[in-house]
Structures are given as structure tokens and as C-alpha cells.
């Protein structure tokens, strides 16, 4: 699902400019100790699931509601090129822009739809705002004949 997510904001978030990668990019920043070059940029991560509590069971069918939870990790430069402009100031039209390429959108094997969680600001380093939106997208597990 994953590399939907990634296709999806590279196509409906131009101010990306095609910077969106998956969690191995940013490992590999993290390992490093260092901070994306060329901003902005995202990072698509899987966060986890989460089961809802009352599965239901029909005539040998089990059914459960999960969510399946994403972070989109949005770093940003502080100031521009020259070290004059600041940046940030652009950060909140951007993480909504970010926000409303996936809300309400469905991935073709998901039969849920993006739900936005919440957006913070998660480090700023070395002259990078570092931003982690997280989305959850409901799914139903669906297990007999």
C-alpha cells in the first residue's frame, strides 16, 4: 500500500516535486545522522495496526474492522538557497495540501477510506522542520467461506 500512498502525493502534491520515498530513504538519512538535502520531501511509513474490539461472526464468516495506520513525513528547510527567505512560513498550506491528497481518497485493494489523525511538528534539526502527518485507513478482515 504503501507505494500507492507514495504515487498518489507525487501526483496530487506538486510542491514535492516528485520528492516522496518510502521508509528506507529516511532509515537510511536516520542511520547517516543526517537531514534531507532537497526539500521539501515526504516520507511514507506504515505505523501499525489497530483492531476494533467486536469482530462479528455470520453463518462461519468472521468479520473484523481494522485500521491501518500511516505517517507521511514532510521535511522542510527553514530558509531558502540563500539563506534569506524563511520557508516555514509556507509549512501549514503545504501539510494541508499533503492532508487532502489522501483524505477521503481509497487505494485500490482497500475498501476504506484516508482518515487524517493529527499533524505535528516532530524535530527540527541542522535547519530542517521535520513534520509527521498520521492517517488511518479503515480495512475489514473478512476470514470463512
Known amino acids: 500500500m504503501t507505494p ?3 504515487n498518489r502525493l507525487k501526483a496530487e502534491v506538486p510542491d514535492l516535486k ?3 520515498y518510502g521508509a528506507a530513504a529516511l532509515a537510511t538519512l536516520m542511520k547517516a545522522d543526517a537531514v534531507p538535502q532537497n526539500t521539501p520531501c515526504a ?3 506504515p505505523t501499525g495496526m489497530q483492531g476494533h474490539p467486536q469482530p462479528t461472526m455470520t453463518v462461519g464468516c468472521y468479520l473484523q474492522s481494522v485500521d491501518h495506520g500511516f505517517a507521511v513525513v514532510v521535511s522542510l528547510r527553514a ?3 540563500h539563506g534569506e527567505r524563511i520557508v516555514l512560513d509556507e509549512v501549514h498550506p503545504l501539510l494541508e495540501r499533503v492532508a487532502l491528497a489522501l483524505v477521503g481518497w481509497s ?3 482497500s475498501t476504506g ?3 487524517f489523525r493529527a499533524s505535528r511538528l516532530a524535530a527540527f534539526a541542522r535547519g530542517v522542520a521535520i513534520y509527521e502527518l498520521t492517517f488511518s485507513l479503515k480495512h475489514e478482515w473478512r476470514i470463512g467461506p
Open 4 to 6: 500507492e500512498i507514495i
Open 18 to 20: 516528485g520528492r516522496v
Open 43 to 45: 516520507h511514507v511509513l
Open 79 to 81: 530558509h531558502d538557497g
Open 107 to 109: 487505494p485500490i485493494d
Open 113 to 115: 477510506l484516508f482518515i
